[in-house]
């Protein structure tokens, strides 16, 4: 049984910054895959980006450039940190993780989720 805490979430003024954390549990974490994904209010689940077991990694193209994933498999942590913040990039930010490395950021192939930790960006 996988579970998967996320934080860091708040809210900022346009151009900051914040650092999400997503922390796992329960499980082996060698040979996973995991990303973020957000979600704002009557909006489609997006995927945001995804970091492989191997350190490979994948953005969505509205964040390339700003926003960096990263993971500390001591600490079985994976991290997302977003600069140069907008408006648009305001919604709710889950982690999610499956087995394998294929690079898609497909929500329908992620088994785990989180419960999400919100982020507010104002202009």
């Known amino acids: 049984h996988v579970q998967l805490v996320e934080s860091g979430g708040g809210s900022v003024q346009a151009g900051g910054s914040l650092t999400l954390s997503c922390t796992s549990s329960g499980a082996t974490y060698s040979g996973v895959s995991t990303a973020w994904f957000r979600q704002a209010p009557g909006k489609e689940r997006e995927g945001v980006a995804l970091?492989?077991?191997?350190?490979?990694?994948h953005y969505a193209d509205s964040v390339k450039g700003r926003f960096t994933i990263s993971r500390d498999d001591a600490k079985r942590t994976v991290y997302l940190q977003l600069n140069s913040l907008k408006p648009e990039d305001s919604g709710m930010y889950f982690c999610?993780?499956?087995?394998?490395?294929?690079?898609?950021?497909?929500?329908?192939?992620?088994?785990?989720w989180g419960q999400g930790t919100q982020v507010t960006v104002s202009s």
């Open positions: 999610a993780q499956r087995v394998g490395g294929l690079i898609t950021l497909d929500p329908a192939t992620f088994v785990y």
């Open positions: 970091i492989i077991d191997a350190g490979t990694t």
